[in-house]
């Protein structure tokens, strides 16, 4: 089923929910004028369209294979992943001191949101990247940046992060990689790290692995993780790829979903040989390391968005084709599928949380750029809000994905129609980069404490001034009751409550942002296609979705005695 980049809805958020053209106003993003960027979103979608979304399949049914040499990426990508470095699409929102154009974080995100659309496995690669920029461009020395960010921001070599060991999940304090001084700025890394997203593949010149490890006398915990960059060939004295670093691919991972995008286990200094710099401090690894991180949970925040639209056009599609028995009530002839109520109900559904997720997702990359040119209030927005565009907009692609099998009906579960790779695919997005249960009780901790509650309370405040729906308001006074209930909870208490708590949150946020992009497409000019769909779906998601949220509150204000009620070995029983 063909892709068709959702460069119209994108242009409408980027206007009534990140106000885009505040952002622009400032020297820093003066380049980001409406022309530029209806240039970038429309070229993004060209080439996303032509150039990756015909490999999606592909990537799936063949995927990245293991060999002796290395990893070997399905035929095609090579290509189109050289034509993504040809055409610019990496330097989007890179500064321009370091290669790139300089254009808002937010930019760049719409770009990758439709590179992902197109193709999420093979998406996985410049967003990673992106990371590694995040953090060299933060934390890095000049001489670094120099070296690599160039390089990085064209995606002639693209970036990883390692924290995941056998032993070391969510609890990244477990690390055990080590790090020996060598003399001068080297060290000599050992180790081996799991789950690494394009840990290797054979479509760019170098990779660059940013590692965590300890080094010598080290204390225990986070605290003692410093960060290296550690590239997979050396650089010679010209500053291009040389000899190997002695980091080896060790397998990859076999997977549900995601098949386009190897998942390594990596060795490093097996023959003691792989030598790594630090990356900042030593001892400062997890900050810098969370620098990364936190961006990148924006961006896995975007592949629920990804995937729940590329799902969303796929069932439409099929819904628009599909006959199948007269509508009750109607005639005696067969109808198409999107005649009938339910499959309507579930169309309607996945629309309108595909666009309140990429609402929420768009927000808090909007306060990313903000936070860029110095407004601390954005940056604290910001952080509020990162738990619950990675965990909401996850748990939303796995919703839509799955609608979208159910609208297929028996050819959903067929591997044929493709669709369900889409669900599939979204399967781990709930998992990594910290999992949902993290960003929940992320939430409900650091997030919650900020200010003494007082950046929660400030959001809500502010949901409230603007709504006009009474049952937007009740989930809003809702949400308060909660967060002022958990404020002085004790830590289990709010760590039951936490995720119910998330949701109705998140939710929350969308029918705001839901709603005023109702108000916006009901006064405003342009397709009328479009805003009347952009009124009827928002107008649905206010009168549906949010009060299913307000059923929540019960298990969020519920003690966590309930959850304790069985000993362990009862659930066995």
């Known amino acids: 089923m063909p892709f068709t980049a959702a460069v119209a809805d994108q242009r409408f958020v980027l206007d009534h929910v990140v106000r885009l053209s505040e952002i622009a106003a400032s020297d820093r993003f003066a380049a980001a004028s409406p022309d530029v960027i209806d240039a970038v979103l429309e070229g993004a979608g060209a080439f996303a369209e032509g150039a990756w979304a015909p490999l999606s399949r592909l990537g799936d049914t063949v995927g990245a294979k293991w060999t002796p040499d290395g990893v070997v990426m399905p035929e095609g990508f090579g290509a189109a992943y050289q034509a993504y470095v040809e055409g610019g699409w990496g330097t989007i929102g890179v500064p321009e001191e370091f290669g790139g154009q300089g254009l808002p974080f937010i930019i760049q995100t719409a770009v990758l949101e439709t590179l992902g659309a197109a193709n999420m496995g093979f998406a996985l690669c410049p967003t990673l990247t992106v990371g590694a920029i995040e953090a060299l461009a933060h934390h890095g020395s000049p001489e670094q940046q120099a070296l690599y960010l160039p390089h990085l921001a064209t995606g002639a070599w693209t970036g990883t992060m390692n924290l995941t060991e056998p032993q070391a999940g969510s609890d990244v304090g477990a690390v055990r990689s080590k790090a020996e001084p060598l003399g001068g700025d080297k060290w000599s890394i050992t180790g081996q790290k799991i789950y690494i997203s394009f840990g290797d593949h054979d479509m760019a010149e170098n990779i660059v692995h940013l590692v965590l490890a300890?080094?010598?006398?080290?204390?225990?915990?986070?605290?003692?993780?410093?960060?290296?960059?550690?590239?997979?060939?050396?650089?010679?004295?010209?500053?291009?790829?040389?000899?190997?670093?002695?980091?080896?691919?060790?397998?990859?991972?076999?997977?549900?979903?995601?098949?386009?995008?190897?998942?390594?286990?990596?060795?490093?200094?097996?023959?003691?040989?792989?030598?790594?710099?630090?990356?900042?401090?030593?001892?400062?690894?997890?900050?810098?390391?969370?620098?990364?991180?936190?961006?990148?949970?924006?961006?896995?925040?975007?592949?629920?968005?990804?995937?729940?639209?590329?799902?969303?056009?796929?069932?439409?599609?099929?819904?628009?084709?599909?006959?199948?028995?007269?509508?009750?009530?109607?005639?005696?002839?067969?109808?198409?599928?999107?005649?009938?109520?339910?499959?309507?109900?579930?169309?309607?559904?996945?629309?309108?949380?595909?666009?309140?997720?990429?609402?929420?997702?768009?927000?808090?990359?909007?306060?990313?750029?903000?936070?860029?040119?110095?407004?601390?209030?954005?940056?604290?927005?910001?952080?509020?809000?990162?738990?619950?565009?990675?965990?909401?907009?996850?748990?939303?692609?796995?919703?839509?994905?799955?609608?979208?099998?159910?609208?297929?009906?028996?050819?959903?579960?067929?591997?044929?129609?493709?669709?369900?790779?889409?669900?599939?695919?979204?399967?781990?997005?709930?998992?990594?980069?910290?999992?949902?249960?993290?960003?929940?009780?992320?939430?409900?901790?650091?997030?919650?404490?900020?200010?003494?509650?007082?950046?929660?309370?400030?959001?809500?405040?502010?949901?409230?001034?603007?709504?006009?729906?009474?049952?937007?308001?009740?989930?809003?006074?809702?949400?308060?009751?909660?967060?002022?209930?958990?404020?002085?909870?004790?830590?289990?208490?709010?760590?039951?409550?936490?995720?119910?708590?998330?949701?109705?949150?998140?939710?929350?946020?969308?029918?705001?942002?839901?709603?005023?992009?109702?108000?916006?497409?009901?006064?405003?000019?342009?397709?009328?296609?479009?805003?009347?769909?952009?009124?009827?779906?928002?107008?649905?998601?206010?009168a549906q979705i949010v009060p299913e949220a307000l059923g929540l509150k019960a298990a969020a204000m519920a003690s966590a005695a309930q959850l304790y009620a069985l000993a362990p070995e009862a659930f066995a029983a």
């Open 214 to 542: 300890r080094t010598p006398d080290a204390p225990p915990g986070t605290k003692g993780l410093s960060l290296f960059l550690v590239p997979k060939y050396r650089l010679d004295a010209d500053g291009k790829p040389g000899d190997l670093n002695d980091v080896r691919v060790v397998s990859i991972e076999h997977k549900l979903g995601l098949h386009a995008s190897p998942t390594c286990v990596l060795s490093f200094g097996d023959n003691g040989d792989c030598v790594g710099e630090l990356i900042g401090p030593e001892l400062g690894g997890i900050r810098a390391m969370f620098t990364m991180m936190n961006n990148a949970r924006l961006n896995v925040g975007l592949q629920g968005v990804q995937i729940a639209e590329r799902a969303t056009q796929h069932a439409v599609a099929y819904a628009r084709e599909r006959v199948q028995s007269a509508r009750a009530g109607g005639g005696r002839d067969p109808v198409a599928i999107i005649e009938h109520p339910d499959v309507r109900r579930m169309l309607m559904r996945m629309k309108a949380q595909t666009q309140a997720a990429r609402a929420l997702v768009y927000l808090a990359a909007g306060q990313v750029d903000r936070a860029t040119l110095g407004d601390e209030a954005a940056q604290k927005r910001l952080d509020l809000l990162t738990p619950l565009a990675k965990a909401h907009g996850t748990d939303i692609g796995c919703e839509v994905s799955s609608l979208a099998i159910q609208v297929h009906g028996g050819m959903g579960y067929v591997e044929e129609t493709g669709v369900a790779q889409f669900f599939r695919d979204a399967r781990i997005t709930p998992i990594y980069e910290g999992t949902n249960g993290i960003q929940a009780a992320d939430l409900v901790g650091r997030k919650l404490s900020m200010d003494n509650g007082g950046v929660m309370l400030g959001l809500i405040s502010e949901m409230r001034g603007a709504t006009e729906d009474v049952g937007l308001r009740g989930l809003i006074d809702a949400c308060d009751d909660v967060a002022r209930r958990l404020l002085t909870a004790d830590v289990d208490d709010r760590l039951a409550a936490s995720y119910p708590f998330l949701t109705m949150l998140s939710t929350a946020v969308c029918g705001w942002l839901m709603e005023a992009q109702g108000r916006a497409a009901a006064s405003g000019e342009g397709d009328p296609e479009f805003l009347k769909m952009k009124r009827a779906v928002a107008d649905f998601y206010v």
